[in-house]
Nanobody, 125 residues
Framework: QVQLVESGGGLVQAGGSLRLSCAASGRTFSSNVMGWFRQAPGKESEFVAAMSLKGSNTDDADSVEGRLTISRDSAKNTVYLRMNSLKPEDTAVYYC??????????????????WGQGTQVTVSS
């Protein structure tokens, strides 16, 4: 099992920045890919970004236009989501997730077996 705990969400004005953190514990050596997803009120969950934990490969959704970037600190078993130039439409609960196995970056929710509890990000206009 892998446990994931997100932090760093909050209320920010449009144009502002936030950095979300996702601390992993447990059988972290079994997971090679971690990702961030988000779910806005009344909408389906949406892929945001993913990265390999054993290399430097990353993937992010076209919708974030390069404003949201994923990174990691392997020594801390922590993955980050840096969010710049935030817009009201970025308002959502953000979840980090880990794939149970495999090396490929994936955008589908069902490819991820471990999930954090989520952290709320609210962007005011």
């Amino acid at each position: 099992q892998v446990q994931l705990v997100e932090s760093g969400g909050g209320l920010v004005q449009a144009g502002g920045s936030l950095r979300l953190s996702c601390a992993a514990s447990g059988r972290t050596f079994s997971s090679n890919v971690m990702g961030w997803f988000r779910q806005a009120p009344g909408k389906e969950s949406e892929f945001v970004a993913a990265m390999s934990l054993k290399g430097s490969n990353t993937d992010d959704a076209d919708s974030v236009e390069g404003r949201l970037t994923i990174s990691r600190d392997s020594a801390k078993n922590t993955v980050y989501l840096r969010m710049n130039s935030l817009k009201p439409e970025d308002t959502a609960v953000y979840y980090c997730a880990a794939r149970p196995a495999g090396w490929y970056l994936r955008r589908q929710l069902e490819e991820y077996a471990y999930w954090g509890q989520g952290t709320q990000v609210t962007v005011s206009s």
